[in-house]
């Protein structure tokens, strides 16, 4: 998921396809059907903009793949601090 301060019960995706719904129907009545305030669908368009179902699955692709290598980076990071110690007590 994007960086949301809480979790969500709907995915992304999902959230996309009310913020569509939201496009030709009136808020009010989106929100009623999907069981969310008004507040909720106005905060999600601040957040996805227009941004559409295929970029949310992309995007989320792109995240995992940062964390993954961020996870890398710190545990080569932590690997090489190790070795700087090892190194340090045989001198």
Sequence with gaps: MLGAS????????????IL??????????????????DASIYAWRKRFGEIVSDDVKRLQALEAENNRLKKLVAERDLELEVMKEILGKKW
């Design 6 to 17: 809480q979790e969500s019960r709907y995915s992304d995706e999902q959230i996309v396809r």
């Design 20 to 37: 569509r719904e939201a496009d030709s129907a009136p808020i009010a009545e989106v929100a009623k059907r999907h069981g969310v305030s």
